[in-house]
């Protein structure tokens, strides 16, 4: 009723309106539960653009009475805000849970580059595949930064992200990856070597192909670009 958001009573009960649904709920367990606080609110308040609404989100996401996806949405929907909630997002990449670690990472996309390169070293050795995907999206942002001057110690972090993906290198979406890196830290010849390792793993791995035609068009070379698409 607050936020006209779908319900499940009313999914069946279509001929009924969604006031209907939550007075039958306040007759079985009491007007009360209806106070209760929701995870909903914070989400609705942050896609409006409300005032202290990234606060919110922020204490969601430490609320460790909360389930792990309510969580990792709290921490994923920080991710344009460059300051609220940097100590929770810190604890939250040391979570119990995978997917909040990995939203974790997510959630410094617009931090500061030498915070991210940080906050997110805990992550280069994760035990689990998909927080290391997550934390690897982000290193390519902080080797973007890197350029521009960070600190060398995190650099020196930040190279092993070159690393965990040749391990994998039959994998064309592993290829793809390093080439990523490569073209973000301007070496080319060597983002051009794994775009094109990629397509020979993988002819129809259309990300590689998308962004091999596109390091050509960024390089004059439009017409190795034009038979990228054409083989494609």
């Not at 890197?146 to 190279?159: E, H, L, N, Q, V």
């Not at 080319?188 to 259309?206: G, N, R, S, V, W």
């Not at 068009?217 to 190795?224: H, K, L, S, V, Y």
Request: proline share 5%; aromatic share 4%; charged share 25%.
């Amino acid at each position: 009723m607050k936020l006209g958001t779908p319900n499940a009573c009313n999914a069946c009960h279509a001929d009924k309106s969604a006031q209907w649904a939550a007075d039958q709920v306040a007759s079985w367990y009491g007007h009360k539960r209806r106070q209760e606080p929701h995870y909903g609110e914070a989400f609705a308040a942050a896609r409006a653009g409300q005032p202290g609404a990234s606060e919110a989100l922020a204490r969601l996401a430490a609320d460790l009475q909360q389930p792990a996806i309510v969580r990792a949405t709290a921490l994923a929907s920080l991710r344009a805000d460059a300051s609220t909630g940097m100590a929770e997002r810190i604890s939250a990449t040391r979570d119990a849970d995978a997917e909040v670690r990995a939203a974790a990472a997510d959630s410094f996309d617009a931090a500061p580059a030498t915070q991210r390169l940080y906050a997110l070293s805990p992550l280069l050795s994760d035990p689990v595949r998909g927080v290391r995907i997550a934390r690897r999206v982000a290193c390519r942002r902080c080797r973007q930064a890197d350029r521009r001057g960070a600190a060398p110690d995190p650099r020196r972090r930040t190279d092993r992200v070159h690393r965990g993906p040749a391990r994998l290198a039959r994998h064309a979406r592993a290829r793809l990856n390093l080439a990523v890196v490569h073209q973000n830290t301007g070496r080319l010849d060597l983002a051009e070597a794994h775009y094109l390792a990629a397509l020979k793993i993988d002819p129809d791995f259309t990300p590689a192909r998308a962004n091999l035609a596109h390091l050509y068009n960024q390089t004059g070379r439009n017409a190795d670009a034009e038979r990228v698409l054409t083989d494609g």
